[in-house]
């Protein structure tokens, strides 16, 4: 069965960049030709080491440029019309040096030259080697980006390249960047009640090391944080997504920056602001040892090892107290215990506006399952809802932040 025709008139102009990656480009060319986009491929020069500009131009049914000084194609200034005809450019595979040059704004090729000259929406796929990810360089580079307004779609988790490598760095698969891609072009979304309006997200668990194999951790899936994402985007709202990590798919049209600790969660959330609302659904480790140790902590005569913990930032009271607060700050409340009295005190002791409270005692099945029973605490009172889906909790929850937020917001 074909694919609708989401993208019926749409143009695509996709750079392919080098990586292995690079092959999983030309299922995405025929998945946008699929919905009805006409694309445009880029290759630079060491994409032509992965994939062929024949096949790349074949499923296509169009032109491959590469050169940045092609005598026919640049008489026109073809990289001002390349960028400027197209209503999304992606970049995929985006690597570490790819996201360096657009973070600094290097246009020494023909793809550097068109990212700088284009007006319209940027979706960048990652894909790189998990240190390479993880490295502080490329973390200044994406934020740099997000900042910018790029969208990023992955990377995900998973087996790399090199023989015995896994971690987060694979490319999103085809059909999630082609969701994201529908996302952004939606003609829906601008009619949206949260158009205009920023939201920051933060979801999943945080991992706090220990040592090179060992970290403090709790159950947190993220489903419920990401659904939350999603639902937002759906309403029409640009949200910035601070994910722990998770083995779940990004949100479409959520621009994702993946973080490990609760430092990184902080400075992640920080960095995304100014923004309209802030919902804090992450479940922040609170505790961190002092130091991870550099190699791994084995067992000895002494006995187990002495372990110096100490506590985390506070992400939602700092956001909730700071001078950058957004006009609507909801933060989750997972107890085991005395659920209405610790999400109140929590409410008044973290400088939110709403507190949603869930149970997650042993058997609720909430951490890491689909569904979820919350208790939505104001200072107007509770709200108690029945059992629903997570997917449902967060629509609902979306329908309470569009009538809450103020109809104009401080920036």
Not at 87 to 109: C, F, H, Q, Y
Not at 303 to 327: M, Q
Request: net charge neutral.
């Amino acid at each position: 069965m074909s694919a609708s025709p989401t993208l019926e008139g749409r143009r695509i102009l996709i750079i392919v960049g080098g990586g292995i990656a690079a092959y999983k480009c030309l299922d995405l060319v025929r998945r946008l030709r699929e919905r009805g986009a006409a694309v445009t491929p880029v290759m630079t020069r060491d994409a032509a080491q992965f994939v062929t500009p024949l096949s790349l131009g074949a499923l296509a049914g169009a032109k491959v440029y590469g050169e940045l000084f092609d005598r026919d194609d640049e008489h026109d200034v073809g990289h001002i019309r390349l960028a400027r005809d197209a209503d999304l450019v992606i970049v995929a595979p985006a690597s570490a040096t790819r996201l360096a040059k657009m973070a600094a704004g290097i246009g020494e090729d023909l793809a550097g030259a068109i990212l700088l000259a284009a007006t319209v929406p940027v979706l960048a796929a990652p894909a790189m080697n998990p240190a390479m990810w993880a490295h502080p360089a490329t973390r200044r580079s994406v934020a740099t980006l997000r900042a910018d307004g790029l969208h990023l779609i992955g990377p995900n988790r998973g087996e790399m390249a090199e023989r015995g490598e896994a971690g987060e760095g694979r490319m999103a698969e085809p059909l999630e960047i082609v969701a994201a891609v529908e996302a952004i072009l939606a003609p829906t979304a601008a009619a949206g009640p949260l158009a205009g309006r920023h939201v920051v997200v933060t979801s999943g668990p945080t991992h706090e090391p220990i040592d090179p194999v060992r970290y403090i951790a709790n159950r947190s899936s993220g489903r419920q944080g990401h659904a939350i994402a999603g639902a937002l985007a759906e309403a029409g709202a640009r949200v910035t997504l601070v994910s722990g990590p998770v083995v779940i798919p990004d949100p479409a049209g959520v621009a994702v920056v993946r973080v490990e600790t609760a430092r990184e969660m902080l400075a992640a959330v920080e960095a995304a602001l100014p923004a309209d609302a802030a919902v804090f659904v992450a479940a922040v480790a609170d505790w961190r040892t002092e130091g991870a140790a550099v190699e791994k902590i084995k067992k000895g005569a002494g006995g187990p090892p002495s372990l110096a913990l100490f506590e985390n930032p506070d992400i939602l009271r700092t956001v909730g107290t700071g001078p950058r607060r957004p006009a609507l700050v909801i933060g989750f409340a997972a107890e085991t215990q005395d659920l209405l009295a610790n999400a109140g005190a929590k409410l008044a002791r973290k400088g939110a506006d709403l507190i949603v409270a869930n149970d997650v005692s042993a058997g609720t099945g909430v951490m890491g399952g689909t569904r979820n029973t919350v208790a939505l605490v104001s200072r107007e009172g509770v709200d108690a809802w029945p059992d629903l889906s997570k997917d449902e909790v967060a629509r609902r929850l979306v329908a309470e932040i569009v009538r809450r937020l103020p109809p104009e917001t401080p920036r």
